[in-house]
């Protein structure tokens, strides 16, 4: 039974959450902030409704530019003068409970926002520049991203190994990539997996992004940093803790005890792979014994963009781009099976942007086999890719993304832009 089912069971009330009494839309507080109160309830909901991901306001000289962040490319979708960004910037402090005079500190706040039906969160960052400001609002929308690890799309030999990574009685699984590569998705999608009334789950973010009926979150803060939040999480009989990011040396080697004493331990890391989480760890001076007995695995992951398949051109495979995909690990055979390869339409069509519809993750996972721990207590990069290399499931993020190339899902500059591979610039890159 789901914890939401159990509460609905046991709730006289039904189990219907409490709702704020916060208006979940901007409001005209006189005539001046008409103008800039209705151009707000429009714009909002609609880049909730494109799958926008981040919506930046950007003063500059006698202007304010407008930007969407869809599937990770920024684009201009409007600019409107400095009167009407201030006015802006007014009505989202307001809503976000910041400051209205403050002008030389950064301020960070959040506030809501109704769009069909559901509830979609934002977390807004202020940033004083040389003239006016830039605010960065971050679109949390439960509805898009809150799904089960049997939900999310990703191959299935990568599924059955994180499936098998949290069926453990404990370990450390840490998530690796860059900003906006899909982790936080990945992490909720495991915590909403193995939520149920008889698991206590508990986690400390800086912010907490998602709320989940039935699991315990915190938030940092100056007084509750990571390490000392999960010096108390330890104190209250937890069963999966997840530490939304490893920063320092401290939290490191707690979140490793931690999983040594009885708990799984979920966290992200900035890595460029799994393998080189290793050295990450070292570097936080971990100790490789404790880090050997405590891990339970290591993912990588990237979101690569898709190609719309209505207008996708297609693209010779030239000696180039062989050369490229066997250093990622691809076999010759594997090549020689390759059909048709495609890249983007840059004029696109009725159906995308630019040729492109929207991301898909590529993932590079390791598992804590014998062969993997005793890499990873002596501290060895070499033996622990060929450790990995063992492995049914792994294959670099490269070699993943070109298994995409393969399918016809991306393209090789694409693979080549997100995963590092690239020894020149993509050549379906466009302006």
């Known amino acids: 039974m789901s914890f939401a089912d159990a509460v609905l069971k046991k709730s006289p009330a039904g189990g219907n959450p409490h709702h704020s009494n916060e208006p979940l839309h ?6 001046n902030d008409k103008k800039a109160v209705e151009y707000l309830n429009e714009l909002f909901p609609r880049a909730a409704r494109e799958g926008v991901s981040d919506v930046h306001f950007e003063d500059s000289g006698d202007n304010c530019f407008i930007r ?10 409007d600019v409107v003068s400095r009167q009407l960004s201030a006015d802006f910037n007014a009505k989202i402090r307001m809503k976000s409970k910041m400051s209205l005079v403050e002008r030389m500190a950064p301020l960070d706040g959040k506030f809501a926002f109704a769009v069909d039906g559901r509830v979609v969160d934002v977390r807004v960052s202020v940033l004083p520049l040389g003239s006016g400001e830039s605010v960065v609002c971050r679109l949390l929308d439960q509805s ?6 049997d939900e999310l799309q990703m191959p299935e030999d990568i599924r059955s190994a994180i499936r098998h990574v949290i069926s453990q009685p404990q370990g450390l699984f840490l998530v690796t ?14 915590l909403k997996q193995i939520n149920s009334p008889a698991v206590k789950t ?6 907490i992004e998602f709320r989940i009926q039935g699991i315990v979150q915190a938030a940092t803060n100056l007084k509750l940093t990571f390490a000392r939040a999960l010096r108390a999480m330890l104190r209250q009989d937890p069963d999966v803790i997840l530490v939304g990011e490893i920063r320092d040396e401290e939290t490191a080697g707690l979140a490793t005890q931690a999983a040594l004493t009885g708990h799984i331990v979920l966290s992200t890391l900035h890595a460029n792979s799994a393998t080189v989480t290793l050295n990450r760890m070292l570097d936080l001076e971990v100790d490789p014994n404790a880090l050997s ?3 339970g695995g290591f993912l990588a992951q990237r979101l690569v963009r898709t190609l719309c398949p209505y207008c996708r051109q297609q693209q010779p495979l030239d000696g180039y781009i062989r050369s490229q995909i066997i250093e990622a690990g691809v076999s010759e055979q594997e090549i020689d099976a390759i059909g048709l390869i495609y890249t983007n339409n840059p004029s696109g069509c009725s159906h995308c942007h630019d040729g492109w519809l929207s991301r898909t993750p590529v993932f590079e996972i390791i598992l804590a086999t014998p062969e993997v721990r005793i890499a990873v207590e002596h501290g060895d990069l070499k033996a622990l890719k060929a450790a990995a290399a063992l492995q049914p499931q792994y294959r670099t993020l490269s070699h993943d993304a070109y298994r995409l190339v393969a399918r016809g899902i991306t393209s090789v500059g694409e693979a080549m832009a997100v995963t ?12």
């Open 177 to 190: 990539g860059p900003t906006g590569s899909g982790k936080t998705t990945t992490l909720y999608g495991i």
């Open 202 to 207: 508990m986690t400390i973010e800086d912010p």
């Open 26 to 31: 901007f409001i005209s507080t006189g005539g």
């Open 68 to 77: 969407f962040r869809n599937r990770g490319v920024l684009e201009i979708v």
């Open 293 to 295: 007995a405590a891990l």
């Open 144 to 149: 898009a991203h809150l799904v089960t690890l």
């Open 420 to 431: 590092g591979s690239a020894m020149v610039v993509s050549e379906d890159a466009t302006d």
